[in-house]
């Protein structure tokens, strides 16, 4: 499966939990709603994540879905994201570097 920043931190995010979580929740931990469902549905499909709908929804509250890590699938998306991490901790070094954002001892900008 394909790994960008948003899929290496919903991906984290459902790891830390290791149960069932919702959607919704997952969204807020991410801080995105939109992309976090297309990135869960990505996941399904790939087979990374199991689903399922969570009973007991009435009239007054909508139905909740739920997701999490297949067990099978917990090596592979640690070492996924890992993989990502290593690939993208260079270029943030860079970009923090021509931009002026690296900081001395005492939190001053540098340059």
Do not use: H
Not at 1 to 16: C, E, G
Not at 39 to 62: F, K, N
Not at 70 to 77: K, M
């Amino acid at each position: 499966m394909k790994m960008d920043s948003k899929t290496a931190l919903v991906t984290r995010v459902l790891l830390s939990e290791r149960e069932w979580m919702g959607g919704y929740e997952v969204s807020l931990a991410v801080n995105s709603i939109a992309s976090t469902y297309a990135i869960l549905t990505r996941m399904d499909v790939a087979g990374w994540i199991e689903t399922c709908w969570l009973p007991g929804s009435t009239c007054e509250s909508p139905r909740r879905r739920m997701y999490r890590i297949r067990p099978e699938y917990v090596d592979v998306a640690l070492r996924s994201v890992r993989q990502w991490d290593k690939r993208k901790r260079p270029f943030d070094r860079a970009v923090g570097y021509v931009l002026g954002a690296r900081k001395d001892k005492k939190g001053k900008r540098n340059g």
